[in-house]
């Protein structure tokens, strides 16, 4: 089974990615938040924990309000680092752990944390910035990461309490892992500080230390504490403190404490602390049958005859031709497909059997593979193909065979009035 090997509370100012990259180790006025972070550099050296649990916030470079979730779980292979705005920084990407993210999703779903999930994006500072100094990266990470991005920037953001309850269930989904595994759990952000409007440059010591002993010894306290109050006592931004209630969830009800520092230099308080479990069985007595309820909900589906429901593992393993495929939506990549589309196949990224399902119109295979259905729709509308054929292909008929099993002969599909697509009505 996977273990816990406690904690980790950070901030994430891109302060600290800034001292990496410019050497500042020397400059007196830099050299602390390398000091500071020692403990944590020399912790995770000596526990080797294969994945950290990743816990930030996206500051609108990957995630943008066209569509802003609570809680977004990475399920990708690998994770690059974010542009954000003068070009990405000089570090590799970090592998991702699809198998514990897709087991930590089922056991979460199961415990009524609505989810969503993400792949394909680049992780910004709310990441890189604390994990370029926590880990050696010269030669590639050491480790897997799973990183699961809260949505703390637009109003309403999830609850203290809501983010605690959410660590509870996260110890139970990483202790139900059947891999014999080693996690920590990487909480980010804060501490008291505001970066916008006339209280710009916002800080509160006094508050910052408060939060500290009650996170550690007392966390119940901090449950009941809106959101206004935690904005009123560390900044609008500070609120992002939350995020540290789901790490601190995650760990035994009684932690050691064995590393805190605080340094506030400029803008934001750069805090690291190390939590170690006190109880590394704490909820075990229970995890057979959280583990068998989780797993109830989708027994048997994959068992459900011509079906294949898209699952995590489906979605990861398709990413590559599922995105290729979604961009057909956008019209100058749709036109330039129709167009030449053995240039496009050969411009993409997509394995020879990929472009080999979708140069023949495999809809059966295609599906098999790994695409979702909705994507297939899109290209058939895209080559003039109505969706009856496809339907009649996915079950081996033809369209005259499948248009005998339903009630009325309507055909149609999802095009619109795009003059570029064309017409095809092969079967």
């Known amino acids: ?87 990405p920084r000089k570090l590799p990407a970090i592998k991702g752990h699809p198998v514990l993210a897709q087991h930590i999703a089922t056991s979460l779903v199961a415990d009524e944390f609505d989810l969503s999930y993400f792949q394909g994006k680049g992780l910004d500072h709310g990441v890189f910035s604390p994990l370029s100094l926590m880990w050696p990266h010269a030669d590639g990470w050491p480790g897997a990461i799973v990183p699961l991005q809260v949505g703390v920037l637009e109003f309403p953001i999830p609850t203290a309490r809501r983010c605690y309850a959410l660590g509870r ?15 920590a759990i990487v909480g980010t952000g804060g501490l008291a500080h505001q970066v916008h409007g006339e209280r ?32 009123e006592r ?7 403190v939350v995020m540290w209630l789901i790490m601190r969830g995650a760990l035994s009800k009684e932690i050691k404490r064995i590393h805190q520092s605080y340094y506030l230099p400029s803008m934001t ?12 069985t704490e ?15 989708l027994a048997g ?58 140069r023949r119109r495999d809809w059966r295979g295609l599906v098999q593979y790994g695409v979702i259905f909705f994507l297939l729709e899109k290209l058939a509308a895209a080559v003039g193909m109505t969706s009856q054929q496809v339907y009649a292909a996915m079950r081996g008929d033809t ?5 005998a099993t339903r009630n009325a002969q309507i055909v149609y599909s999802v095009a619109g009035d795009d003059p570029g697509k064309i017409e095809r009505n092969d079967d």
């Open 234 to 240: 560390g900044g609008i931004e500070g609120a992002e």
């Open 269 to 280: 308080p750069i805090c690291s602390v190390i939590y170690e479990e006190s109880d590394a």
């Open 283 to 297: 909820g075990l007595d229970t995890i057979a049958a959280h583990k068998a309820r989780a797993d109830a909900e």
């Open 169 to 183: 269930a996260l110890r139970r989904a990483i202790l139900s892992f059947p891999e014999d595994i080693k996690v």
């Open 399 to 403: 369209v005259e065979e499948f248009q």
């Open 1 to 87: 089974m996977a273990r816990i090997l406690g904690g980790i509370a950070t901030s994430h100012t891109p302060t600290i990615g800034f001292a990496v990259d410019t050497d500042k180790e020397a400059d007196p006025v830099w050299a602390p938040i390398f000091k500071d972070y020692e403990p944590v550099q020399k912790w995770l050296a000596d526990k080797q924990p294969d994945v950290l649990f990743f816990i930030y916030n996206d500051h609108v470079t990957s995630f943008f309000f066209d569509h802003y979730s609570h809680f977004a779980l990475g399920i990708g292979e690998e994770f690059p680092v974010a542009d954000e705005g003068g070009g």
């Open 301 to 358: 589906v994959e068992n459900i005859a011509g079906s294949y429901p898209f699952t995590i593992d489906r979605s990861v393993k398709s990413f590559r031709i599922n995105s290729f495929l979604h961009k057909i939506i956008v019209p100058s990549t749709r036109k330039r497909f129709l167009a030449d589309e053995e240039g496009a196949l050969a411009d993409s990224e997509l394995t020879e059997k990929e472009k080999d399902l979708i």
């Open 200 to 231: 710009t440059g916002f800080n509160n010591t006094p508050w910052d230390m408060e939060f500290l002993d009650m996170l550690a010894d007392r966390p119940q306290e901090l449950l009941d504490i809106t959101i206004a109050q935690y904005a």
